[in-house]
């Protein structure tokens, strides 16, 4: 590692991390909400989404990011607005267009998709920097222009694949989380022995799904035997994907990731250093989005994938001493990743799981062919309709398989502070 020190991304990347997390330096928040009236005062606000509203299962609401144009006060004063605000939507509301859980009472409220791209009028509270709403009275999706209608076209692409998956029960919830990065019908007892494994990264939308699309779009292309179309349908894939799940920060990380090591590749260089192109991608992503700086799910991206990258070889050789080489590499990779996230875990959360170590290597794959068999089979499905029953019975199976890996790992002990 003597040797990057003397590179710029590598140095600029430690420098980064001093200031941004050693508590000494406070960064200022870039996005913050500016408005001529008081929080306490505000009661509607008006503008677009511009994150895909995520289940609170503690609070009963969806969080999602809200881009503010104008604000009303209590008095029936209005003005305009600028920044970023966290909104809560209470769950009848979210919950008014997806299957299984339709609300009548939610008309009253607002009947409506809420996604991200869709520009809203809300009624509602603030309180400690979080506007809670209580009503919606008005929403548009702006189809006059492209980016309108392409987030309409992927609100409603998002619903239709959740009614499918609603179909298919608990497979179909597990499917859902992680294809779109929705969890309204995971299990919730499957969700929390996920995270009692130390597996919540399976769930959360990153690099190992990415790298599933990139194979697939790989696989198509090479059978086409053209080198150019081949690197046209992986970047294609690649952004319908992120487009389809929404750009959160670990998957953000991915992308761009992938796309760097995709123009390497185009540019001639067959093997990138990795190391430095994560530090680039970590810094590019600092300053294209300095709200993700503090994410828990930002942080423990890049310290997992720095792990693998700094210290997998070196158990990888230590492993292999004892078992074979293509279980150690697996081991290798999950021990460098749980190991540089062991002091995040700890601050942010005050519990580790080290069970995780054996439990990712042991899950993962079977996660590999839930997802592939998961995709041909809702391919088959919309060829052919009447399939879609049998498709989902098959796929139920494959789910009573890693549901109860994930329970047997969930009863290992859990290191608390």
């Known amino acids: 590692m003597v040797k990057y020190l003397s590179k710029p991304f590598f140095v600029s ?76 939507i209470p769950s009848d509301m979210a919950e008014s267009y997806i299957p299984g859980r339709l609300f009548s009472h939610a008309k009253e409220k607002g009947n409506y998709l809420y996604e991200t791209g869709a520009e809203c009028t809300f009624y509602g509270t603030f309180k400690k920097g979080i506007f809670y709403t209580e009503k919606c009275t008005f929403q548009s999706w702006n189809k006059t222009k492209i980016s309108g209608k392409a987030a309409f076209l992927r609100a409603v692409s998002r619903l239709k694949f959740k009614r499918l998956m609603y179909t298919w029960g608990k497979a179909g919830g597990l499917l859902t989380a992680l294809l779109s990065g929705s969890k309204e019908f995971t299990d919730v007892s499957l969700s929390d022995s996920f995270k009692t494994a130390g597996l919540s990264h399976i769930l959360a939308l990153s690099g190992m799904h990415l790298s599933m699309f990139s194979a697939i779009a790989v696989f198509i292309g090479s059978r086409l035997k053209r080198r150019k179309v081949m690197f046209a349908i992986r ?34 260089s067959e093997e990138p250093d990795l190391i430095l192109v994560l530090c680039f991608s970590f810094l590019f992503q600092c300053a294209l989005r300095p709200s993700d700086i503090y994410n828990a799910g930002f942080i423990l991206s890049y310290a997992a994938l720095g792990g693998i990258l700094m210290c997998s070889d070196f158990f990888c050789r230590l492993y292999s001493k004892i078992i074979p080489y293509f279980l150690s590499r697996s081991l290798a990779s999950s021990t460098s990743a749980q190991i540089f996230t062991l002091p995040v875990s700890l601050k942010i959360f005050g519990s580790f799981s080290p069970i995780g170590i054996v439990a990712t290597s042991v899950v993962s794959p079977f996660i590999t062919v839930f997802i592939y068999s998961g995709l041909i089979l809702i391919l088959f499905s919309l060829i052919f309709p009447s399939a879609a029953g049998a498709s989902g019975f098959l796929l139920n199976k494959e789910y009573n398989i890693i549901n109860f890996l994930v329970a047997l790992f969930a009863k290992a002990p859990v290191w608390s502070i």
């Open 13 to 88: 990347t430690l420098i980064c991390i001093f200031v941004f997390y050693s508590g000494i330096f406070k960064i200022p928040e870039k996005n913050c909400m500016h408005s001529l009236f008081n929080e306490s005062q505000i009661c509607a606000i008006h503008g677009k989404i511009v994150s895909s509203p995520a289940k609170n299962p503690q609070k009963n609401m969806y969080l999602c990011n809200f881009k503010t144009s104008r604000v009303k006060d209590k008095k029936g004063f209005s003005g305009s607005s600028e920044g970023i605000i966290k909104l809560c």
């Open 235 to 268: 970047i294609s894939t690649l952004i319908f994907f992120v487009w389809f799940a929404g750009f959160s920060p670990s998957l953000l990380r991915a992308f761009i990731c992938s796309m760097i090591s995709i123009a390497a590749a185009i540019a001639g």
